[in-house]
């Protein structure tokens, strides 16, 4: 089992959840952060942390939200990781709640 970045935290990118992480099994993008999945060990720390509430377990994600799982685990694999924490973009406010982003993806 694994955790996953899903849909919310495109264009906003919190990393509250980066600091909690044992494992550091976070990567970034320019507008999104993934987990890989191999490397996570479903400790559940990152979930709670998440201001943009992004973050699922693979078996409690949302159905509309499934996509996710193939892209965490492609782009774990093309971006750099992630320890500490960032600031989050500077219109995430703005972004936090708006469903239907996958478009604004950056990859």
Do not use: H, R
Request: net charge negative; glycine share 2%; aromatic share 10%.
């Amino acid at each position: 089992m694994t955790f996953v970045v899903t849909d919310n935290c495109i264009k906003c990118k919190y990393t509250d959840c980066v600091e909690v992480c044992p494992v550091d099994c976070f990567y970034e993008g320019p507008n999104f952060l993934v987990i890989d999945p191999d490397e996570c060990i479903d400790c559940a720390l990152c979930e709670p942390e998440c201001p943009a509430n992004a973050i699922f377990s693979e078996d409690e994600l949302p159905a509309n939200q499934t996509a996710y799982i193939e892209l965490n685990a492609d782009l774990c694999q093309k971006w750099p990781n992630i320890t500490e924490k960032k600031d989050s973009l500077p219109d995430a406010e703005q972004w936090d709640g708006v469903e239907g982003k996958l478009q604004y993806l950056e990859k």
